[in-house]
């Protein structure tokens, strides 16, 4: 499964980024989506998880109420829809596909995307 990340940027503090990822070369509803990030000098974590019809969710405690995560099977994407930018929200954006566990953790995912870099400046 290859996942290809897009829509990050730099945006202004309390603005709004919508992250996509697209999958090709396997059967999207078969896997768990999640976005996880990285920043500077910091492990990676666990940001929102989607299970594979859409329903059941998980979010990091940061960003419940900000970040909503969802999916189209029909165009095997996952999305993040992020508002309320905060400048800790900076770091790279990796896409994960999980088709065995749930919930998702950083340790045990299947398939890694490149990632996508999100500023926001204060």
């Known amino acids: 499964v290859q996942l290809q990340a897009s829509g990050g940027g730099l945006v202004q503090a309390g603005g709004s980024l919508r992250l996509s990822c697209a999958a090709s070369?396997?059967?999207?509803?078969?896997?768990?989506m999640g976005w996880f990030r990285q920043a500077p000098g910091k492990e990676r974590e666990l940001v929102a998880a989607i299970t594979r019809s859409g329903g059941p969710t998980q979010y990091a405690t940061s960003v419940k109420g900000r970040f909503t995560i969802s999916r189209d099977n029909a165009k095997n994407t996952v999305y993040l829809q992020m508002n309320s930018l905060k400048p800790e929200d900076t770091a790279v954006y990796y896409c994960a596909a999980e088709r065995s566990r749930w919930p998702l953790v950083t340790r045990a995912i299947d398939y890694w995307g490149k990632g996508t870099l999100v500023t926001v400046s204060s």
């Open positions: 070369g396997g059967t999207f509803s078969n896997y768990a």
